[in-house]
C-alpha cells in the first residue's frame, strides 16, 4: 500500500529537529537501547523477508507484526504524507495501517506479537532525529494497539541496520531489486556501523538464542 508523497530527507530531518524541540516526540538512540527492546534472532530473514515483500524505496515505510519464532503474521508498507517528522504523526500514521492489517490485543495481561518497523531512506546508517520520531512512533503505537514495541530498521544505500543494536548488512539495499521469498541472501562484505561521529561502532549485543 502507497499512501501520499514522501519529504526530501533534508526537509524531514530539519522538521525532526524542531519538532523535537516543541515536543520531545523523538527518542535518542541511548533511551532506545535503554527501553529493552527485543532482540530478533535473525534479523537479515527479517529484513529480507519484507524487502521482498514490498521492495521499499527511500520515504517508504514497512509496518510488520511479529508472531512466536518470528512469523510473520501482517504487515503494511507506506510512504507519509506529511513533512512532519514528529513522532506523533508518525504514531497515528503507523496505528492507522496496524488497524487495517491486523486486530488489537489490548485485552491480553501481556503482548504476545511484536511490531517492528522498516524505514527506507535517504542518507547513511548514522541515527538522525527523524528516526528518533520513527522510534517514538513506533513505541507508541504498539502500547495503544496491545503489542510489544520490536526493532527499528533502517534501509539506506549503504545497507540495513538495527538501531540500538549494532547488527547490520549491505544486502538488502535502498537499491536492490526483490528477491523470491526463500531465495538465500549473501552479505561477502560485513558493513561497518557507525555513531553520530563516523567512528566505528562494536556490537554491543547478541541476539538472544
Same mark, same amino acid.
Given at each position: 500500500m502507497t499512501f501520499g508523497f514522501a519529504p526530501s530527507a533534508s526537509s524531514s530531518?530539519?522538521?525532526?529537529?524542531?519538532?523535537?524541540? &516543541? $515536543?520531545?516526540? !523523538?527518542?535518542?538512540? @541511548?533511551?532506545?537501547t535503554a527501553a529493552g527492546i527485543p532482540l530478533l534472532r535473525n534479523p537479515r530473514e527479517v529484513v529480507?523477508?519484507?524487502?521482498? &515483500? $514490498?521492495?521499499? !524505496?527511500?520515504?517508504? @515505510?514497512?509496518i510488520a507484526v511479529l508472531g512466536p519464532e518470528e512469523r510473520l503474521v501482517a504487515s503494511a508498507s507506506f510512504t507519509q504524507r506529511t513533512a512532519s517528522a514528529d513522532g506523533w504523526d508518525y504514531r497515528n500514521a503507523l496505528l492507522a495501517r496496524l488497524r487495517r492489517v491486523i486486530p488489537h490485543d489490548l485485552r491480553r495481561r501481556t503482548p504476545v506479537r511484536t511490531a517492528v518497523l522498516l524505514y527506507c531512506r535517504d542518507?547513511?546508517?548514522?541515527?538522525?532525529?527523524?528516526?528518533?520520531?520513527?522510534?517514538?512512533?513506533?513505541?507508541?503505537?504498539?502500547?495503544?494497539?496491545?503489542?510489544?514495541?520490536g526493532a527499528y530498521i533502517t534501509l539506506t544505500r549503504e545497507g540495513w541496520q538495527v538501531l540500538g543494536e549494532g547488527r547490520g548488512g549491505r544486502r538488502p539495499d535502498a537499491d536492490s531489486s526483490p528477491v523470491g521469498l526463500g531465495e538465500v541472501v549473501t552479505d561477502p562484505v560485513p558493513l561497518t556501523l557507525r555513531t553520530g561521529g563516523g567512528a566505528a561502532e562494536p556490537l554491543r549485543r547478541?541476539?538472544?538464542?
Open positions: 530531518s530539519a522538521t525532526a529537529a524542531h519538532g523535537a524541540g &516543541r $515536543h520531545g516526540r !523523538v527518542l535518542e538512540p @541511548a533511551e532506545w529480507s523477508g519484507l524487502h521482498s &515483500r $514490498h521492495a521499499p !524505496v527511500p520515504g517508504v @515505510a514497512v542518507g547513511d546508517e548514522r541515527w538522525t532525529a527523524e528516526d528518533g520520531a520513527w522510534m517514538w512512533g513506533l513505541r507508541d503505537a504498539c502500547t495503544l494497539h496491545g503489542l510489544r514495541c547478541t541476539a538472544a538464542r
